[in-house]
């Protein structure tokens, strides 16, 4: 439970922000009533199905379609030759701005396979029998060529070179050879060499961790048709409808006027769902057969063919005054960024050390492609694994001081007017009160027994704001239709009503929520990045506001006054200047608005600005069973700022998902790939996500430093969480055995030989 906000009333101040009304989309979802991308089903439809590289890297030397196409039931093939070229262009639209160029060879290969289950062919049948038949008779010629995976490896002057065009960007003098170094990011400020030789006490660790999957449970599934007239039309499960738009239209050389895409409910997306998979492939098969193609992965296609988050290895330096203060840091991040340059080492580099105030710092990021799918987002994309290398070297620097872990993060801690070391100046930030809410929880002195260990660790993401369109339309009968474009992630429909609600004076269940199809309501950027509750919900105020303007003057009509003398409070026109009047409720004045001047709605588009940045603290306690290895986690306790909770209960659910994300990250997950880059663990039952069975009962204390730059103050809230965990429960591992493990995840055997050498 939570420590805070655990009441259904409204905040003071308000009427509906700070509620828990039940989810919108809950009854549906039970019920399984909801629909899917999987779900939809059309006259004539085919079923596509993909042919995917067995080998890791390898040149294309032809593909024969023949023997599939003279199958019987089998509608259409297309391989990449089917595709349209063009030059690299990067485009926005998705969490980051892709490589076009580069995204249209990852969803079908050209002349090279990058890697084991890339793209090469599809196929569209009548039944999914007869597409599996089709692509066994799909016959390929390949030229195997050496592959590397290991991010250093890649590194290396004597790597296989995936790509002759890619040159590293960031350095100096431009290179002359290409190599697998995509790009060089680099922040500094102050002298790190002078600072790191003047400390009296020094810190050093390298630490690893592995690719891992954002583990969504719905597979990536979609419907697509393209009509006689070039029109064509796609359902699917994705973050951004409008990205899925943009980016097949781009693919297929198509006018973005020509799409049109309807997002269907998501099973989980946590990033993974940023980018486009199967949809330009649908919209191929659909206009080469003439009727609609459905394509659904597999869950092996979904760990071999799309998006983990990436392997890294971290090198921190730290170094300190004997009473704790940091006085330099120096940081290298080595990124994997699978078959194509876009790894997040970036948004890493920003959030490495943004916890604190260093005067001296130098923080360099390497993106490095590697024969592996190409990396894509995964909540706070790069933060929890720069976060754990450094969070995991101020467990050290806390225990080489014998400064209690807490005390030295808030010596050093970012506090309002401190510069970001990613540049902008903080301001309304709460990092020094999640501190506190930990240090003074009952769980931070719980007394531990024997093969116990308690971990802490911060986290930061800034968070972001962009494009967003929303509408408020008001019925007759006085309800109100909420319409946004943004897919409903972790609980977008029910804080979008709540401020609706709140700036209209009417309870939430008179609100409505909907998201709407891309000819319907204007652009929004994807659900990514924690941005919708802030972005789009400042449009759905400022459409309501619109629509609480227009009521006020619908009212001074009726009353034959100025509009100044008209006031709305409580969900109804006041007549300032005439007290004596009955007030006029929205329902009512919906009910007349074919009399007053027509229907009553509104729609505003804005390009939000002044996103607040979020902080986490997280407690973790766990035991280790000397025997096998084998970690229990204990208690586990999360604050953070949170800016102010729209909705207590989803926020909840954010910060626990998080953590539950986490402790999976450190403790089991990871691609596991054979001698010859084939992935070895492509399932549920290989790739061990956390289950209930697995984790105590994670609690949660939200701190509210509201967002000035927000009507109602908030902040995002669904990426912080994942920042902490890989670092708490490594301390509180290092804490329980006495040794410190520097590579994710901290599986039974790794922790076994560790005690076993530490023995020894």
Aim: one cysteine or more; charged letters at 20%; a negative charge.
């Amino acid at each position: 439970m939570s420590d805070v906000l655990d009441r259904p009333d409204a905040k003071p101040g308000f009427t509906s922000v700070g509620t828990r009304p039940i989810r919108p989309d809950g009854f549906d979802k039970v019920t399984g009533k909801a629909a899917y991308g999987a779900d939809l089903v059309m006259p004539g439809m085919l079923h596509g199905r993909i042919k995917r590289s067995p080998l890791a890297h390898a040149r294309i030397l032809g593909i024969d379609a023949r023997k599939a196409l003279a199958l019987p039931g089998v509608k259409a093939v297309v391989t990449g030759a089917d595709f349209p070229d063009f030059a690299a262009e990067i485009l926005e639209g998705g969490e980051a701005a892709s490589n076009t160029r580069d995204m249209a060879v990852n969803i079908i290969a050209r002349d090279k396979v990058l890697y084991d289950g890339h793209c090469v062919a599809a196929v569209a049948a009548i039944s999914p029998a007869i597409a599996e038949a089709a692509l066994e008779l799909i016959e390929v010629a390949y030229e195997p060529l050496p592959h590397v995976i290991d991010v250093e490896a890649a590194m290396a002057p004597d790597a296989p070179v995936l790509h002759d065009h890619l040159f590293t960007e960031g350095v100096e003098p431009r290179p002359t050879l290409p190599s697998n170094i995509a790009k060089r990011h680099e922040f500094v400020r102050g002298d790190v060499g002078a600072a790191l030789a003047e400390a009296e006490v020094t810190v050093v660790g390298r630490y690893t961790t592995k690719a891992v999957h954002q583990g969504y449970i719905e597979p990536h599934a979609c419907v697509a048709s393209m009509s006689a007239d070039g029109q064509g039309y796609v359902w699917s499960s994705s973050q951004g409808h409008f990205m899925v738009r943009t980016y097949c239209a781009k693919v297929l050389g198509l006018e973005i006027s020509d799409l049109r895409v309807t997002p269907a409910e998501i099973g989980g997306g946590f990033g993974g769902k940023t980018v486009v998979y199967l949809e330009p492939l649908a919209l191929a098969l659909s206009r080469a057969s003439g009727a609609p193609v459905k394509m659904v992965m597999s869950r092996d296609e979904v760990f071999r063919a799309t998006g983990p988050t990436s392997g890294g290895v971290i090198e921190v330096k730290l170094g300190a005054r004997p009473d704790g203060t940091i006085i330099a840091a120096d940081v290298t991040l080595k990124f994997q960024a699978g078959a194509f340059p876009g790894s997040p080492v970036g948004a890493a580099c920003m959030t490495a050390i943004a916890c604190y105030d260093i005067p001296n710092f130098s923080v360099v990021g390497w993106d490095v492609v590697t024969n592996s799918p190409k990396v894509a987002a995964y909540r706070a994309p790069g933060a929890p694994i720069a976060a754990f290398g450094v969070e995991s070297a101020m467990d050290e620097l806390a225990r080489k001081l014998g400064m209690d872990p807490i005390v030295l993060r808030a010596k050093n801690g970012a506090r309002n007017g401190v510069k970001a070391s990613y540049g902008p100046t903080f301001a309304n930030i709460g990092f020094l009160e999640t501190l506190d809410a930990i240090k003074q929880h009952p769980n931070y002195v719980i007394p531990l027994g024997p093969n116990q260990g308690r971990g802490v660790a911060a986290g930061f993401w800034f968070n972001v704001g962009g494009e967003s369109t929303a509408a408020v339309h008001l019925g007759e009968d006085g309800t109100a239709t909420v319409v946004t474009g943004n897919p409903d992630i972790g609980g977008s429909r029910a804080s979008m009503a709540i401020m609706a609600a709140e700036v209209l004076g009417v309870s939430v269940d008179r609100v409505r929520p909907m998201i709407a199809d891309t000819a319907s309501i204007g652009y929004s950027m994807l659900t990514g990045g924690s941005r919708t509750t802030f972005a789009t919900g400042m449009a759905v105020v400022q459409a309501a506001e619109k629509v609480v303007a227009e009521l006020k003057t619908r009212a001074a009509k009726i009353w034959d006054v100025p509009v100044e003398e008209v006031e709305w409070a409580a969900g109804q026109a006041v007549c300032l200047a005439k007290p004596d009047v009955r007030p006029l409720t929205l329902r009512g004045l919906a009910g007349q608005s074919a009399r007053t001047g027509g229907p009553i709605s509104a729609e505003v588009s804005l390009n939000a600005q002044g996103a607040g940045p979020g902080f986490a603290v997280h407690l973790c306690d766990v035991e280790v069973d000397p025997e096998t290895g084998h970690v229990t986690v204990l208690r586990y306790l999360a604050a953070q700022d949170v800016g102010r909770a729209i909705h207590p209960a989803y926020v909840e659910g954010q910060m626990q998902g998080g953590a539950a994300q986490g402790v999976g990250w450190a403790l089991n997950e990871e691609y596991i790939f054979d001698a010859e880059g084939r992935m070895e663990n492509a399932g549920f039952l290989d790739y061990r996500v956390p289950v209930a069975s697995d984790l105590p009962m994670i609690d949660t204390v939200m701190i509210e430093v509201p967002n000035p730059r927000h009507p109602y103050g908030a902040k995002g809230v669904g990426e912080a969480p994942i920042v902490p965990p890989l670092a708490a429960v490594a301390n509180a591992v290092r804490a329980a055995i006495g040794v410190r493990m520097p590579d994710l995840p901290l599986s039974p055997p790794k922790i076994r030989a560790a005690i076993d050498a530490k023995g020894a």
